[in-house]
């Protein structure tokens, strides 16, 4: 697979229904986690074209920088920290529609307004991971994304402990 294709449309629902059956293509069967994770950040950020998508992977008492599509970001987050660490410690999805709202906001970049982050959770409840992304506009983030990128995290999740 060489590229991913969309349906041009507004309806957020309809683009995931489309986008998450190629990320599985995609990254079935690829060993290493830091792969499959470059390729979803690619195919995410290509699809949306939204300011900053990547990972951050915990990494002992801090989560650390990994694959990611925008201009550098922060490398390391401690737990309870920013939008990412405060998900990686309450092990759920966070929707922020403006960012300067969040107390104890880490703005890695002053152009970003919303975020989300979505932890990703292995087998036994742990969070392995975060899916964090980034919009320039305020209020970018609806309730059709934390549903569709919690299922492209299960799908990453699936695909990297199975292979």
Known sequence: ????????????????????????????????????????????????????VGFYRVQGPELVLGPFQGPVACMRIGLGKGVCGTAWKEKRTIVVPDVDLFPGHIACNALSRSEIVVPMLNNEGVVEAVLDIDSVDPNTFTEADRIGLEQICQVLQQAIHAA
């Open 1 to 52: 697979m060489e590229t991913i294709t969309v349906t041009k449309t507004p309806d957020r629902a309809l683009i995931y229904d489309e986008l998450i059956p190629q990320i599985r293509a995609l990254i079935n069967g690829e060993r290493d986690s830091i792969a499959a994770m470059a390729n979803v950040a690619a195919a995410i950020h290509q699809t949306f074209g939204w300011f900053w």
